[in-house]
């Protein structure tokens, strides 16, 4: 593994570690969503479905960038409607950061399933010891685990 997959699984596993001791119950689903995307830093199962789509393409694949709009625009609805939907549930303010923050890196993660080499030239340009996706995971990731430990210092007895 490379250092941006580190930097990805640290992010991502420290949210989902903190999310688990938020007491509101968002956070057991922001704990699911980031564990999972940890996970995903260390497997790269997006990478796995992008050749593989590319495979079954085939001659096609040159042709793909009205689908892959079609995807992002689908994505982004989706992610949208969900955080419209959960946003809407949220009762207290503190939730709506790590629910932004989540819903942000789940979108990474679909803009680079669905690769549009423009934003991928972004996402893969090496910023120091990472690429750009691996400081957006760690902001995301971040704010999060900020989030989660002030609602707990908050929370906590006096």
């Known amino acids: 593994m490379d250092a941006t997959q580190w930097a990805g699984i640290m992010a991502f596993g420290g949210a989902a570690a903190a999310c688990l001791f938020r007491p509101a119950p968002p956070a057991r689903v922001l ?3 980031n564990g999972l995307m940890a996970a995903e830093c260390a497997l790269g199962l997006r990478h796995t479905l992008h050749n593989k789509m590319i ?9 793909r960038l009205p689908f892959q709009v079609a995807l992002l625009l689908a994505a982004s609805i989706a992610a949208l409607t969900l955080l419209a939907m959960r946003w809407s549930r949220v009762k207290d ?30 996402l893969y340009l090496r910023a120091g010891p990472i690429l750009v996706i691996g400081w957006l995971w760690i902001a995301a990731g971040s704010l999060t685990i900020i989030s989660a430990a002030r609602n707990r210092h908050r929370s906590a007895p006096s």
């Open 31 to 33: 704990a699911a969503a």
């Open 55 to 63: 495979w079954l393409l085939g001659e096609y694949y040159r042709e």
């Open 93 to 122: 303010a503190s939730d709506t950061i790590p629910l932004m923050a989540t819903g942000a890196a789940l979108l990474l993660f679909a803009l680079e399933t669905i690769s549009l080499h423009a934003i991928d030239r972004l």
